[in-house]
Nanobody, 115 residues
């Protein structure tokens, strides 16, 4: 088990919703800026959303207005609420620091959006 564990992925129809969870560990988790990233088949991993320790958020243009990143520092957890999902959102979703660190990748969680 790595420094973070992602969960909440699954199969959903176009227009559906999912909420991903990233469980971190360690007393310093709450001071890290954290991000969600995704990698679709045969594509490079890309940034999806980021959140600072204080709650300031940033999003990739492709998910603005549809995805919401949030965190609960008391639970060492970061969430990604995904609404209005599209087939092009299909990917393995990862949680990492923002910007990401090589040693901090988890195993990811698969999200599949059917058309």
């Amino acid at each position: 088990q790595g420094p973070v564990v992602e969960s909440g992925g699954g199969l959903v129809q176009t227009g559906g919703s999912l909420r991903l969870t990233c469980a971190g560990s360690g007393s310093l988790f709450s001071i890290y800026s954290m991000g969600w990233y995704r990698q679709a088949p045969e594509k490079q991993r890309e940034f999806v959303a980021g959140i600072s320790s204080g709650g300031t958020t940033t999003y990739a243009d492709s998910v603005k207005g549809r995805f919401t990143i949030s965190r609960d520092n008391a639970k060492n957890t970061v969430y990604l609420q995904m609404n209005s999902l599209k087939p092009e959102d299909t990917a393995v979703y990862y949680c990492n620091k923002y910007p990401p660190r090589t040693s901090y990748w988890g195993q990811g969680t698969q999200v599949t959006v059917s058309s």
